[in-house]
């Protein structure tokens, strides 16, 4: 990869949240339903199985079945999954379980998938990965859960269907390079096709760029030490 290619969307959120949780699109955790369009259009075709191993409020099954493809799915909030399966054609694809288990429901091949894992700064010992587990606490244990999950999502997925994750650096007292961080864990099992910056059209102020990670299901030619 020599630098993260330019691409420009609009930014706006199409659906509102649910009832049981703030919606303010100035402090949203959600990506736009143009990103999701967008990667649809570039790697799937109509009747496409499309997963997502952190399904949060839903944005990627919306759309896919919006564009006629079949959304699957993972999410641990009990009330966001009722919240979004209840509103799916196929609702039975959305499963309330840890994204690591995801091989253990007997869910069938995708052929594409695209998410946002839950973002942890590098200072913070609470990691959202494991619900907070003291045992499990900090930074490393986070990045390796990652890698794990996504080992486990190179099994679900068709041979050579593309995954695209959405990530953001983390501002704030201790910078943290998640981009990077996950970036390379992730080419260690998948070999990165693409770094797409997302330009924020007509968005937040505060919000004007985001970065998406591409990655094709077959091995990665070297292992990153």
Not at 67 to 91: H, I, P, S
Not at 101 to 111: N, S
Request: aromatic fraction near 10%; hydrophobic fraction near 40%.
């Amino acid at each position: 990869m020599t630098g993260a290619r330019l691409t420009r969307l609009p930014y706006a959120l199409e659906r509102a949240g649910p009832p049981f949780e703030r919606y303010d699109e100035r402090d949203s955790d959600r990506y736009p339903e143009s990103l999701v369009r967008h990667f649809l259009e570039t790697f799937t075709q109509k009747g496409d199985r499309v997963f997502d191993p952190f399904a949060g409020l839903g944005t990627t099954l919306f759309v896919s079945e919006a564009m006629g493809r079949r959304a699957y799915g993972m999410e641990t909030d009990r009330r966001r999954q009722a919240w979004v399966a209840g509103q799916l054609d196929n609702w039975l694809g959305l499963i309330c379980a840890d994204a690591a288990t995801m091989l253990d429901h007997g869910l069938p091949k995708m052929d594409f998938a695209m998410t946002s894992p839950p973002f942890m700064p590098k200072h913070h010992r609470w990691n959202p990965l494991y619900g907070g587990d003291p045992d499990q606490a900090g930074y490393e244990s986070y990045l390796a859960r990652i890698e794990h999950i996504f080992g486990q999502l190179t099994k679900l997925l068709k041979r050579d269907a593309r995954l695209v994750v959405q990530l953001d650096n983390i501002e704030g007292r201790t910078f943290t390079a998640l981009v990077a961080d996950i970036g390379v864990r992730l080419a260690q099992i998948m070999r990165q096709d693409d770094d797409i910056l997302v330009h924020w059209q007509n968005g937040r102020r505060d919000y004007e760029y985001t970065h998406c990670l591409v990655f094709k299901n077959v091995r990665a030619k070297t292992r990153v030490v």
